[in-house]
């Protein structure tokens, strides 16, 4: 596996953050647009913009469909995000790592 350039100790970007930042300016277009394009309301695209709501299997098919990138990119920027969020918050260091047989 490839190492990331990406700083650890940085929380990774949320992928509402990619659409409100990048992909809705670059389309032109208002967050009503966009969620009738997706087949969701527009509090769903608000929530998601404003980093209030994960980007869900089902939201990664929409977006990948739409924007033509696939699903997995906005599924792998939601995970990368979980993780961090997780081991920043939570203390795995307690469960011993198991020695093989």
Known sequence: MAKSLRDPKRRPTHPGAILREDVLPSLGMTQAEFAKRLGVSRLTVSELINEK?????????????????????????????????????????????????
């Open 53 to 101: 709501r994960a980007v869900s299997p089902d939201m990664a098919m929409r977006l990948g469909r739409l924007l033509g990138n696939g699903p997995e990119i906005w599924l792998r920027m939601q995970q990368t995000l979980d993780l961090w969020e997780l081991a920043k918050h939570r203390n795995y260091e307690k469960i011993q790592t198991l020695k093989a047989a």
